[in-house]
């Protein structure tokens, strides 16, 4: 760490690299004593101080000007070591950063948004823009948003907070106020006569023609939401906006006061040139060599008080060059004329945590980016430097996703759609929480919404876009049709491919490649087993649709199931049940789609009429079966992860004696626990809810007319 200058500090203490420090409060007749300098720099030629971050413009070791971040904790005693950022010399072009007179000679005007990002007008070298002016929001890693060009001497960085921003430019002065690109449509800046204007959050504050009035424009809606009177004996010609504080004067040395927006008054407070912190303010008082602080946090102002001594200089105005205050809920900065940095606690206790603006009304993402965005994007801009949490929930509740963030006002949160275990998300409806604490401890902000998640992994039995169980029929005229599922627990929508034999049988799989679409495995009647490449719901499948083939010989199989993965090596396995002889093999899942070596795993299993797979229905995480015995019974296999089931439990005795077809046909109501259908015998479909224990709620009819369907899988 980096030891600072605290104004009126005592040295108690230090430890290799850092230094501690005590500070105490200045009352407000009395002089800040000297303190001594424990840092310095080779000089240092503008800064400014916002969201805990410290910006300034000093050499490098190569004696290149170079804009440098320094962290600086939210009470302001640990400050880390500098961060370089960006370069501000003179390029090969002759471009270069602009600059302004200071008494250091010739300074770059730095302006904070409080999120990491800086502001600085550029001077174009050669070209068509030589000589001409533009705005470069930068960021860290020196990535930045460029303005337009602006005749030479006109460009000024009005304001900027988070991704807002105000700059004055051009021959026919013009302000503009917008925002940085948005995660969803950015609108077009607001264009208007240069007055004074401040942002905060998605609103510009700015001074109107009448005495002592201000707008309030929403820069997303491009129209003004509010007007207000002050109190100002003027039309305003300075305002800095904090919150629910509105800061105005009639000019540097004319009156000066604050508008609380929370109690619709204004108290006056002393004039001159003045940057504004959350419920403070901070002049030079070159006359004294003081910056003296004005403490309004209660709603009126206080006696002035001295914080640090710094001597008048020859710059009348020295904001941002040579001192500079953090609005976001933090301190004051200066330089001092031995090019000693100084960070002073204003001892003003902030507002309580808010959240300034967001952008984040993403519903949903494509992993695949077919369909959207392959990651989902969301940024909340806060008053004052904030630790966060964000985290990702599937639709069965699991956590799937965890990430932190914090040192800064802004929590700007990219979630690519995989797991903590860097693999990719199921699809169907996952929720997302934000969670952030101030780092000052003055309070938390939390917000959650719903998320839907395409192109992930295919969930059990699904064979569409997102994790709800599908259907596959086979209906007489050889239509192999997928029944797309509903979170209502129906069946709408539907693929369908054509020219298939009578007796064909299909078998809902997992996804055996890399596209994450589940495959859909066909046993012709002659006994060829294929692997069709999913479709993800895109289209149906007909018998000459993209395939490999299994085998030959699989007409011995009077059932064919997936239970999903059954020995925990993370592939899809197979059961089949022998026609003659009623055993029951396993065929393990294997590398590129195929099968190891069947098992046997039971013999004589014939008392079943009907054998499906039904993923996990137990919520113990391994695959698990059912039997529907010719008596009526329902029997439960558990599966123990080894490729090999527990012993049975009956689930239900007569129950369904009418019944000619079921399927596990995995979640269909969205409630992350998997359920069966069932047909009768005439004809209707009824879904029964899994409980996630391993039995089922009562039967619900969601269909009729099913009854000429040759197979249902």
Excluded at 22 to 39: L, M, R, Y
Aim: with cysteine; hydrophobic share 35%.
């Amino acid at each position: 760490m980096t030891a600072f200058v605290r104004g009126r500090a005592a040295l108690v203490g230090s430890v290799v690299g850092a230094t501690v420090l005590a500070t105490t409060v200045v009352p407000a007749e009395a002089a800040p004593s000297p303190t001594q300098a424990v840092a310095t720099t080779a000089g240092t030629y503008g800064l400014d101080f916002s969201g805990g971050r410290l910006n300034t413009v000093e050499q490098s070791p190569s004696g290149d000007q170079v804009v440098f971040e320094r962290q600086v904790s939210a009470d302001g005693v640990t400050v880390g070591e500098r961060q370089s950022l960006g370069y501000v010399g003179d390029l090969a072009t002759g471009a270069h950063a602009k600059r302004v007179p200071c008494d250091i000679g010739a300074c770059v005007e730095l302006v904070g948004a409080g999120n990491g990002n800086y502001g600085v007008v550029f001077v174009g070298g050669e070209g068509d823009d030589a000589g001409l002016e533009h705005v470069q929001y930068r960021m860290p890693g020196n990535a930045h948003y460029g303005g337009p060009l602006y005749p030479a001497g006109t460009a000024k960085i009005v304001d900027m907070t988070g991704r807002s921003w105000v700059v004055n430019g051009g021959s026919t002065a013009e302000q503009q106020a917008g925002m940085h690109p948005s995660y969803r449509a950015t609108a077009d800046p607001v264009v208007r006569k240069p007055t004074a204007a401040s942002v905060w959050g998605t609103t510009l504050w700015a001074a109107t023609s009448t005495t002592g009035a201000l707008s309030a424009t929403d820069l997303e809606q491009r129209k003004v939401v509010q007007t207000l009177a002050t109190g100002a004996p003027c039309v305003i010609k300075e305002v800095r906006a904090v919150g629910r504080w509105l800061y105005w004067n009639c000019g540097t040395t004319g009156a000066a006061g604050v508008y609380d927006r929370t109690a619709k008054k204004s108290f006056t407070v002393p004039s001159g040139p003045a940057l504004v912190g959350d419920g403070y303010l901070v002049r030079h008082d070159r006359t004294a060599g003081k910056l003296l602080l004005t403490d309004f946090h209660t709603g009126k102002a206080a006696a002035p008080r001295a914080v640090a001594d710094l001597p008048g200089g020859k710059t009348a105005d020295q904001r941002r060059l040579t001192w500079a205050v953090d609005k976001f809920g933090g301190d004051i900065a200066y330089v001092d004329a031995a090019q000693s940095i100084h960070i002073v606690p204003s001892g003003v206790p902030a507002q309580p945590l808010a959240k300034m603006a967001s952008d984040s009304d993403q519903e949903h993402i494509d992993l695949k980016g077919v369909d959207g965005l392959p990651s989902w994007l969301g940024t909340w801009q806060f008053n004052k430097p904030v630790t966060w949490t964000y985290t990702v929930k599937d639709w069965t509740g699991r956590t799937v996703r965890t990430l932190k963030g914090g040192s800064g006002t802004e929590a700007d949160v990219t979630w690519d759609g995989r797991t903590d275990a860097g693999k990719y998300t199921g699809n169907g409806r996952h929720t997302w929480t934000l969670r952030a604490t101030a780092e000052d401890g003055s309070g938390t902000y939390t917000t959650s919404a719903n998320i839907g998640v395409g192109g992930g992994i295919a969930g059990f039995h699904d064979q569409g876009l997102f994790s709800i169980g599908d259907l596959v029929t086979l209906n007489p005229s050889g239509g192999l049709t997928v029944q797309f599922g509903q979170t209502s627990g129906s069946f709408s929508g539907k693929r369908t491919g054509t020219g298939w034999p009578a007796g064909t049988l299909a078998v809902p799989f997992a996804d055996t490649g890399s596209d994450r679409c589940a495959e859909l495995l066909v046993r012709i009647p002659g006994g060829e087993l294929r692997q069709y490449t999913g479709r993800c719901g895109n289209s149906g499948y007909s018998p000459k649709s993209s395939h490999t083939t299994i085998g030959k010989g699989w007409q011995q199989f009077d059932v064919l199931t997936s239970p999903g993965d059954l020995n925990g090596d993370g592939r899809a396995d197979l059961l089949a049940r022998q026609t003659t002889t009623g055993d029951m093999y396993l065929f393990p899942g294997a590398a590129g789609g195929k099968f190891a070596p069947k098992v046997r795993i039971y013999t004589n299993w014939k008392t079943y009429a009907q054998i499906t797979g039904v993923g996990d229905i137990t919520g113990d995480g391994r695959a698990d079966l059912l039997c529907h015995d010719r008596k009526g019974g329902l029997w439960r296999y558990n599966g123990l992860g080894n490729g090999r089931f527990a012993p049975r439990v009956q689930v239900f005795s007569g129950w369904g004696s009418s019944y000619n077809a079921m399927v596990g046909v995995g979640d269909l109501t969205g409630d992350g626990k998997n359920d069966i259908v069932v047909r009768d015998t005439a004809g209707k479909l009824y879904r029964n809810n899994g409980n996630g224990k391993g039995s089922f709620g009562s039967r619900t009819q969601i269909a009729t007319g099913w009854g000429p369907y040759k197979g249902i899988f």
